[in-house]
């Protein structure tokens, strides 16, 4: 390292040190612990990044629990995060101040507050404004490469679609004993509810179910008009036992295979209607549909191709890239 380079970040090194006291009194002096191109992450930084909160924040992957593997997982996703902001700054792509806020205000109204309050919020848990700018930089830098460089470039066609649907359901073993159900209903005379008498929350139902039973996907549309607690989840009810079921859900299920639509029946105080998704009871096992699934499959398998192609390409750059790691 030439003279000049390494007053510069001895330079660097003691503008950082009034700022993260606390880690001053750990290592007395901060210092470098990788390289990447020409930018270097200091042990300060690593430090913050550390942050149980940041990370969650940041990060959608599982770091290990043990410190040495911990410390080395998160240097690893630091030096990959530099990699692509740097490679979206030579493609023009980085994100901007605006960018950043915009990005922060979604953050914001997501948790329910203002800047104020978010920024109190942050302080308490120890996560410091620029960190999170920085981290934000990055994500928003990765969703533009990987668009780029991976997501545009796959392509899931409906006969993969199929083979994958044709392995993941044809075990009945590995799914709980039940019937997997959608719900979506409406209430009448409560505060909220938009009918005001039984029939026209019956009305309602059928209209809604005569749009699911023309092609309109169910869970949107529970999203958007039920009623029920389950609306938020698209209506998902998850998989229920014979005996976990009231009744009348069980006169409603009678005849219905899977991919079909109860008729509307009142119970718990609401008009409602169910779509039995899959059924897995009694040695009787139906999957759901292909048409039902179709979509939800492609757009996993999307996602296990853009790891796999994301993993080539940070492979690939990485070995183009100087990289020193000094922990």
């Known amino acids: 390292m030439n003279t000049k380079k390494t007053f510069l ?9 009034p700022l993260f006291p606390c880690y001053v009194r750990a290592e007395m002096v901060d210092r470098i612990v990788a390289v990447v191109n020409d930018e270097p992450i200091t042990l300060s930084e690593l430090r913050r990044r550390e942050n149980p909160a ?13 410190k040495d593997e911990f ?3 998160v240097l690893e996703d630091l030096i990959d995060r530099r990699l692509m902001l ?7 792509i980085d994100p901007d101040e605006t960018d950043i806020d915009t990005y922060l205000n979604g953050m914001t109204r997501s948790n329910g507050m203002d800047r104020e309050r978010f920024a109190a919020m942050l302080k308490d848990i120890g996560v410091d404004m620029k960190d999170l700018r920085r981290g934000i930089a990055e994500n928003i ?3 533009r490469l990987v668009h780029f460089e991976v997501r545009s470039r796959i392509v899931i066609t409906d006969a993969e ?10 075990d009945a073993a590995a799914l709980p004993e039940g019937y997997h159900l959608l719900q979506m209903g409406f209430y009448w005379d409560r505060p909220k509810s938009m009918s005001s008498t039984r029939d026209e929350a019956r009305r309602r139902a059928e209209e809604a179910r005569g749009k699911v ?25 998850g998989f229920l036992a014979a005996g976990e079921m009231a009744p ?13 639509l109860t008729p509307v029946i009142e119970g718990a105080g609401a008009m409602q209607f169910f779509l039995v998704f899959e059924v897995n009871i009694e040695g009787r096992f139906e999957p759901p549909p292909f048409r039902l699934v179709k979509d939800e499959l492609k757009r996993e398998l999307h996602a296990s191709k853009e790891k796999k192609y994301l993993d080539e390409w940070l492979t690939k750059i990485k070995k183009e890239a100087y990289i020193r790691i000094m922990l």
Request: glycine share 8%.
């Open 71 to 73: 410390e080395k997982a």
């Open 9 to 17: 970040l001895f330079l660097a090194a003691l503008i950082l040190l």
């Open 54 to 66: 940041l990370l969650r924040m940041l990060s959608p992957m599982t770091f290990p629990a043990g």
């Open 248 to 260: 009348w859900m069980l006169k409603a299920l009678d005849g219905v295979k899977a991919g079909g």
């Open 213 to 237: 039973a023309a092609g309109e996907d169910f869970r949107e549309l529970a999203r958007r008009i039920s009623e029920l607690p389950t609306a938020d989840s698209g209506g998902d009810l």
């Open 161 to 170: 679609a199929r083979k994958y649907y044709q392995k993941k359901y044809k």
């Open 86 to 92: 740097q490679k979206a700054r030579e493609m023009r």
């Open 141 to 143: 830098a990765r969703s």
